[in-house]
């Protein structure tokens, strides 16, 4: 192969070389090599014109000599002191923005790995808090069905009847206590009663009570008939005043006034007896419908 080839191929080969991952001051040093390769082969150019007639030599001389111009050129400038600092200077100006840029990388994921690890012993805290709570809610709901299960063991006892039996004892119970309430107004069937005597104490007194005032308005009536009305007016009118007062203090003068027999009557005892009469009869039908009837029964039939 000729010289100027060789170096044609040289310098193909040189220009394709992937040189990025080495640092420019060492890209530098190579070019620095292989241009002292470049002016080696110019210079074996050269040598070959001498092995040629004149008139070939005289054409392509000049050539060589340009070529060997800018091989001279590209070899001084390569080696040039001044290239060789500028390189080392932006080296190190390369490596200080690297080992900034690296700096600022490290110290940004320094606080990345700071702030993941906070969060990550944060979520870790809570989930620890979770399984506690969880462990705990399993422990209560656990106690909750144990408890369950011993209330329903006592409940039902232990051939699970026991249930059946005290249900219907406690109805019994409150049955016998309302029925027992309910017969210290009525009495019990075919009986009287405390109150139902009252009762019957109070109309006899009452109807005593108007026939003695009939009666002796009776004698006064008569008494004042027999008697002569010019003589005794005067006196009978004050005596029938007098039994009028002490009548009104009994019946009252007025049906709706506060001392009257029949409206005490009606306000102290009658209304307040119905009020009692009808809540008992509220119970009796709650219990009626608790042990299966239609609360149809009356009261004696308890």
């Given at each position: ?5 060789e ?7 040189h220009v394709?070389?992937y040189?990025e ?5 060492d ?9 002292g ?8 150019s050269?040598l070959?014109l ?9 054409k ?17 400038t ?9 390189v ?34 944060n979520?870790?805290?809570?989930i620890?808090d979770l ?12 106690a909750?069905?144990?408890l369950a299960?011993d ?15 005290d ?6 119970k409150?049955?016998?206590e ?6 210290k ?10 109150l139902?005597?009252s009762?019957d ?5 009452v ?8 009666h002796?308005?009776q004698e006064l009536?008569d ?11 005067k ?6 005043q ?7 203090k ?10 009257n ?12 007896l ?7 009869g509220k ?10 009837e239609?609360?149809k ?6």
């Amino acid at each position: 192969m000729r010289p100027l080839e060789e170096l044609k191929e040289t310098l193909s080969g040189h220009v394709n070389a992937y040189m990025e991952d080495e640092t420019i001051v060492d890209q530098l040093d190579n070019w620095q090599g292989f241009s002292g390769d470049y002016v080696g082969k110019v210079l074996d150019s050269e040598l070959a014109l001498n092995e040629i007639d004149d008139n070939l030599n005289k054409k392509i001389v000049s050539k060589i000599e340009l070529i060997k111009t800018a091989v001279d050129n590209f070899e001084a400038t390569v080696k040039d002191e001044n290239v060789t600092s500028c390189v080392e200077e932006l080296n190190k100006n390369f490596i200080k923005h690297r080992r900034e840029v690296d700096e600022c990388i490290g110290t940004g994921i320094d606080g990345v790995e700071r702030a993941l690890n906070a969060d990550f012993a944060n979520i870790e805290s809570r989930i620890k808090d979770l399984r506690n709570t969880k462990r705990e809610k399993i422990e209560s709901i656990k106690a909750a069905v144990q408890l369950a299960k011993d209330s329903a063991q006592k409940l039902l006892g232990e051939d699970g009847t026991q249930f059946h039996k005290d249900y219907t004892e406690n109805i019994l119970k409150r049955f016998n206590e309302i029925k027992e309430a309910v017969e210290k107004f009525t009495g019990k069937k075919g009986e009287s009663s405390t109150l139902i005597d009252s009762f019957d104490t109070l109309d006899s007194e009452v109807k005593g009570l108007e026939d003695k005032v009939r009666h002796g308005l009776q004698e006064l009536k008569d008494a004042i008939n027999g008697l002569d009305t010019a003589t005794v007016a005067k006196d009978a009118l004050a005596q029938l005043q007098v039994a009028k007062e002490k009548l009104e203090k009994v019946t009252g003068s007025d049906k709706n006034a506060e001392g009257n027999l029949e409206k005490l009557f009606e306000d102290n005892i009658k209304n307040k007896l119905e009020t009692e009469v009808r809540k008992i009869g509220k119970e009796i039908k709650k219990l009626c419908k608790a042990v299966g009837e239609n609360g149809k029964e009356t009261v004696n039939d308890f």
